[in-house]
């Protein structure tokens, strides 16, 4: 799977009362069948989560409240940075990139919609483990 960063647009269905969005599994904002649900919220000002990478996962960041910033290490080392800050805006990650999740407001919440069951298998969470898989 090649590593890719991709951010999403979503189209909001909005009338006088308000907006919605819809996301199916199996569509352009979400290729894949989702398996897996979890959000991060409350989260103590200054925290770093993630620092790891995934053997095969695909997943779509959406920040349904609040903000924060996704760092994303790809395996030639550029590293991209994208502040989620509004329910329209997705991240899909697939393939081996590192990642980190920052600067998270005091009301933020970040959903992640996964390609697959919980499986510490996939993790790489040894950041030199990452840059030799890189290499090979
Ligand atoms: P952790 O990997 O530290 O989260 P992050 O990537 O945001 O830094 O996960 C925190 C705990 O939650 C850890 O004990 C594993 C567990 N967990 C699950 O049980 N299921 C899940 O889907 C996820 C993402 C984590």
Redesign the pocket.
Known sequence: MEAKVTEIQFVPKGDARGQLIALEALSEQVPFEVK?V?Y?FDTTPGTV????AHKNLKQVLICVSGACTIVSEMPDGTKIENRLDWPNRGLLIEGLVWRQ?KDFSKDAVLIVL?SEH?DEADYIRDYNQFKKECAK
């Open positions: 897996r979890y991060i989560r993630g620092n790891h999740m996964a919980y």
